[in-house]
C-alpha cells in the first residue's frame, strides 16, 4: 500500500484548528500553541502579537518547525503531521488580505483583523511557508513509520 502524504496532511490538518509552533534564539528553543488558518498551497498563517517571544524570534531567524496533533485516547491510533519552513510578518497588501480570509473563513472571525493588524499593538499576520512536511502513524500496516513530503510551497 503507497501512502499519499499530500491526502493525508490535507485531511489531518482540517481536523484541528492549533499548532504547536517552534522558534529558536540562539542556543534556546521555544514552543507555543497558536490558531491556525491554511492556504491551498498548504501556506500556515497565524496571528500574533509583535510582542510576544515566537514573534520576536521570527523576526531574527525565519526558520520554524512545528506539529499538529489532534487529540487521542490510548489504544486509539496515532497519527502525527509535523512541518519545518520559514515564518514571516505579513505586510499590508494582497497577502496579508488571504492570510485574513484564510483566518477569517476557518476559525470563524468577524472582527476586522486586517485594521486591527494596521496597529502597531495589534495582531498581525504571519505565513510559514512550509518546505516539508512529515506524517506519522500506521497507514500501510507498518507500526509507527515516519513519511516525508518536500513541499517547497507546493513547488515541486
Not at 26 to 50: Q, T
Amino acid at each position: 500500500m503507497s501512502v499519499n502524504i499530500e491526502q493525508v496532511v490535507r485531511e489531518y490538518i482540517d481536523k484541528t484548528v492549533h499548532t504547536s509552533l517552534a522558534t529558536v534564539s540562539g542556543d534556546a528553543p521555544w514552543v507555543c500553541e497558536v490558531h491556525f488558518a491554511y492556504d491551498d498551497s498548504l501556506n500556515l498563517y497565524f496571528r500574533s502579537l509583535k510582542s510576544r517571544r515566537h514573534s520576536q524570534e521570527i523576526a531574527t531567524n525565519s526558520k520554524v518547525a512545528g506539529n499538529i496533533i489532534d487529540k487521542y485516547s490510548l489504544g486509539d491510533p496515532v497519527v502525527g503531521v509535523y512541518f519545518e519552513g520559514l515564518a514571516e510578518l505579513l505586510q499590508a497588501g494582497d497577502e496579508q488580505n488571504l492570510a485574513a480570509a484564510c483566518i477569517k473563513t476557518r476559525l470563524e472571525v468577524t472582527d476586522d483583523i486586517v485594521d486591527e493588524a494596521s496597529r502597531e499593538d495589534g495582531h498581525q499576520f504571519y505565513k510559514v511557508s512550509v518546505a516539508n512536511w512529515y506524517v506519522f502513524g500506521r497507514f500501510d500496516g507498518q507500526s509507527g513509520q515516519k513519511y516525508k513530503l518536500e513541499w517547497n510551497g507546493g513547488d515541486k
